[in-house]
């Protein structure tokens, strides 16, 4: 089956640093990745998806890296505020399917 | 706001009971996407409609079952209900399948006693 996992489970950072929130993948074939945010008491929310004839994608404030090379994907957060805090998932894509990771939680120190 | 509504917000019911969850997908999206998350996991996926057609099956019990509606809306039917069966069932709507993102709904909070 497919494995998609986060290198950390929990994450705290300092209000306006730069967090990163890492994620493999095992899946040389897929072909698209999304990041998801999860606040408690709600659903996923998506932040930013990246297809994989790409490295590199930037929103706003986040930035999400692609290399295929070592099926590594990150989410970098700039200038983290408090209501970053939240349950961060990364999910794959391959044909129809999407698989997800088991989240890595940030917390963000004021 | 994601757009898909999920309805009821709660449902607490006994063992060996049945329930049925419903969804609402975004105006537009033709898939329907329906996961579970227990506590401490992942979302792990159930089943996929799109445009009211049975599309793509994963790790869902033969006590669960669902369909989707020519309205597009989606129905999660869950039958003798075990207390492992308590978890969040979130459903998600599409586009259509592949590379579309999914948006997700908040979930109903199954709790069986």
């Known amino acids: 089956g497919e494995s998609v996992g986060l290198h950390l489970p929990t994450l705290s950072v300092q209000e306006g640093d730069n967090s990163i929130i890492n994620c493999a993948y095992s899946?040389?074939?897929?072909?698209?990745f999304i990041w998801y945010k999860q606040e408690s008491g709600k659903g996923p929310q998506f932040i930013i998806d990246?297809?994989?004839?790409?490295d590199k994608r930037q929103g706003q404030r986040v930035t999400v890296l692609l290399n295929k090379t070592v099926k590594h994907l990150s989410l970098q957060i700039a200038a983290t505020q408090p209501g970053d805090s939240a349950v961060y998932f990364c999910?794959?894509?391959?044909?129809?399917?999407?698989?997800f990771g088991t989240g890595t939680s940030l917390t963000v120190i004021p | 706001d994601s757009g898909v509504t999920q309805t009821p917000k709660h449902l607490i019911t006994a063992t060996g009971q049945r329930v049925t969850l419903r969804c609402s997908p975004r105006?537009?999206?033709?898939?329907v996407y329906w996961y579970q998350q227990s506590l401490d996991q992942g979302l792990q996926f159930l089943i996929q409609?799109?445009?009211?057609?049975?599309?793509a099956k994963g790790n869902i019990l033969e006590r669960f079952s669902a369909q989707q509606f020519p309205d597009l809306h989606s129905e999660l039917n869950l039958s003798s209900l075990e207390l492992g069966d308590s978890a969040l069932y979130f459903c998600?709507?599409?586009?259509?399948?592949?590379?579309?993102?999914?948006?997700f709904g908040n979930g109903t909070r199954l709790t069986v006693t």
């Open positions: 105006s537009g999206d033709l898939s």
């Open positions: 998600a709507s599409s586009v259509s399948w592949g590379e579309r993102p999914l948006h």
């Open positions: 990246i297809r994989s004839n790409m």
């Open positions: 999910a794959e894509n391959t044909g129809n399917q999407f698989y």
């Open positions: 409609y799109y445009n009211g057609e049975e599309r």
């Open positions: 899946n040389s074939a897929s072909d698209y």
